[in-house]
């Protein structure tokens, strides 16, 4: 049984995906609401930045792994229209029970899939884009999950990786300060869950830097990797190539 990290905690990796489950279920109805306000809205920003570079085209066929919520799911399904398809998938249902119920809502009706991302029940060769936004941090294996995006991806596809990153170093002082100080508090006053945001601010120092997520994307198959800094490296987009 190997270890891997829970945030700062080790623990088995069989545990960490039940521990992972329990934040998502606890933070699931205050999520979007909450995202909003832990980054003034830039959250928003960064997806249509996403979008931008997805390069996607009415017909695509697109994935959405972690989708959660269901925003970046349903920008995907405005652009590809009705001749195209988006899957919406998550691990935990409670995420991806809100993100189903808010496409409906707007008058959406995609596929989705609960799913573990190391496991996708997808074929090979699928998917002209598939994307992954603020969910691969929180996957036990990075590798094997970025393995099998690859695998479900056409040749000439791309995924994009969406994720909180190394922030520029003079700003580190103030960065950490958010995190660990106010954050937690935001957390316990809106969504009345302090220990969970807690969690999410130390899964963020754990993830690998921008460097170390290119190399791991290459390792995983992808033939070209780039990346692009947002906010002065808070956040990360990654864009894998399959040929």
């Known amino acids: 049984m190997s270890d891997t990290h829970f945030g700062y905690e080790t623990v088995a990796e069989e545990a960490k995906a039940q521990k992972v489950r329990g934040v998502f279920e606890s933070v699931a109805r205050k999520y979007d609401l909450m995202n909003d306000l832990m980054s003034l809205g830039a959250h928003r920003a960064w997806k249509a930045f996403a979008l931008a570079q997805s390069g996607v085209r009415p017909g695509m066929r697109v994935l959405d792994v972690a989708g959660g919520t269901g925003d970046l799911a349903r920008a995907f ?3 590809v229209g009705a001749q195209g398809e988006v899957w919406l998938t998550d691990i935990n249902g409670a995420m991806l029970g809100v993100g189903r119920d808010r496409l409906a809502d707007g008058g959406r009706m995609l596929p989705v899939a609960q799913c573990d991302a190391e496991k996708l029940p997808f074929p090979a060769d699928y998917f002209d884009i598939v994307s992954v936004a603020f969910g691969l941090r929180n996957m ?6 970025l393995a099998e995006m690859c695998r479900v991806l056409r040749p000439g596809g791309r995924l994009l990786v969406l994720e909180f990153s190394k922030v520029w170093e003079p700003l580190k002082g103030p960065y950490d300060a958010y995190s660990f100080g106010l954050l937690p508090r935001l957390g316990k006053l809106v969504a009345d869950d ?10 963020i120092r754990m993830h690998p830097d921008q460097e170390t997520l290119k190399a791991m994307m290459l390792a995983a ?6 990346y692009f800094n947002l906010t002065a490296g808070v956040v990360a987009l990654h864009r894998g190539f399959k040929y």
Do not use: M, P
């Open 77 to 79: 399904a405005e652009r």
């Open 140 to 145: 036990t294996r990075k590798e094997a999950a």
């Open 194 to 203: 302090e220990a969970s945001y807690r969690y999410l601010a130390e899964s």
């Open 221 to 226: 198959g992808f033939d070209k990797v780039d």
